[in-house]
């Protein structure tokens, strides 16, 4: 999420939104929860007031069409989670339960500290705004998204990102 650094040759796109570090003030206590409530996740650091949209191959394959997330600090989780290195750099983790999707974390970066958490995991992120989307141009038919947020193709996603090697189907 606003952080690119350098992979392997072959790894998958970082699905990080285009938004500014979480240096902010706290915006107040967040819970949430998977769906059979085994897993629950709370965040009480910084973090964004809305979600970033990937739709790079990775995003796609983990979300069904179209990853969404948004980054916060000062997260506990609780429950029975598992955890799945999805590249050299990150993992993706859901409730072994029931298999909510959770979070991505970008263990390499200097804000390793940060989680992209699922937005569906909290009710009071129901009104947020999306803020950005990256791989445009790659959306599937079904999941192109509406609305005035900042977007980015691929090539001008990697163009920004140089580390990023590809985002091959």
Known sequence: AGYAPAG???DPPRS???TAP???PL???LAGRCLCGAVTVSA???REEGPGACHCRMCQRWSGGVYFSFRARGVTVTGPVARHRSSPFSERAFCSACG????MRDLDATDADAYELMPGLFDDARD???LSEIYVDRALACARLAGDHKRATRADYEAKNP???GDNP
């Open 8 to 10: 392997a040759a072959g």
């Open 44 to 46: 009480a650091g910084p």
């Open 22 to 24: 979480l240096d902010g």
């Open 27 to 29: 915006n107040g206590p």
């Open 100 to 103: 909510s999707h959770l979070w």
């Open 163 to 165: 580390a990023i090697p």
């Open 16 to 18: 990080a939104p285009m």
């Open 128 to 130: 947020w705004p999306l």
